[in-house]
C-alpha cells in the first residue's frame, strides 16, 4: 500500500510556470514507476507523463512534450512536474498515479497500469 499526497498547483497566467508535487508514504517508493495525469469536467482523464523507477526514462503526452518536466526523488518519496509555457487548455485537475507492475524501465502511459492515486490538485490557467 503507499498513500500519494499532492501539493502545488493554483492558478497562474498564460505562459506562466507552476508546479505539482506529489509525495508518498512507506519506504518502497523505488519499487514504483509513477504517472501524472489530468482531467477536466466532463471529459475522460488523460495521461500527461510518466517516470520510471529509477528516473532513467519518461514518457510525456504530445501535447506537453517540451513544456513539462516530470522528475523523482526516491530519497524523499516524491514525484514533480515542473509545468512551462502554460496554456489555457493546460486547465485541469491534476492527479498523481503509482504503478507498482511497471518493470524497471516502464513509464507507463494508460490509468490501467496504475494502482494508486493522489487527491487531485487544481491548476487554472487563465488567458
Known amino acids: 500500500q503507499v498513500q500519494l499526497v499532492q501539493s502545488g498547483g493554483g492558478l497562474v497566467q498564460a505562459g506562466g510556470s507552476l508546479r505539482v508535487s506529489c509525495e508518498a508514504s512507506?519506504?518502497?517508493?523505488?519499487?514504483?514507476?509513477m504517472g501524472w495525469f489530468r482531467q477536466v469536467p466532463g471529459k475522460e482523464r488523460e495521461f500527461v507523463a510518466a517516470?520510471?523507477?529509477?528516473?532513467?526514462?519518461?514518457n510525456y503526452a504530445d501535447s506537453v512534450k517540451g513544456r513539462f518536466t516530470i522528475s523523482r526523488d526516491n530519497a524523499k518519496s516524491t514525484v514533480l512536474l515542473q509545468m512551462n509555457s502554460l496554456k489555457p487548455e493546460d486547465t485541469a485537475v491534476y492527479y498523481c498515479a503509482a504503478a507498482r507492475g511497471a518493470g524497471v524501465l516502464g513509464a507507463p502511459t494508460s490509468q490501467a497500469a496504475y494502482d494508486y492515486w493522489g487527491q487531485g490538485t487544481q491548476v487554472t490557467v487563465s488567458s
Open positions: 517516470i520510471s523507477r529509477s528516473g532513467a526514462r519518461t
Open positions: 512507506g519506504r518502497t517508493f523505488s519499487i514504483y514507476a
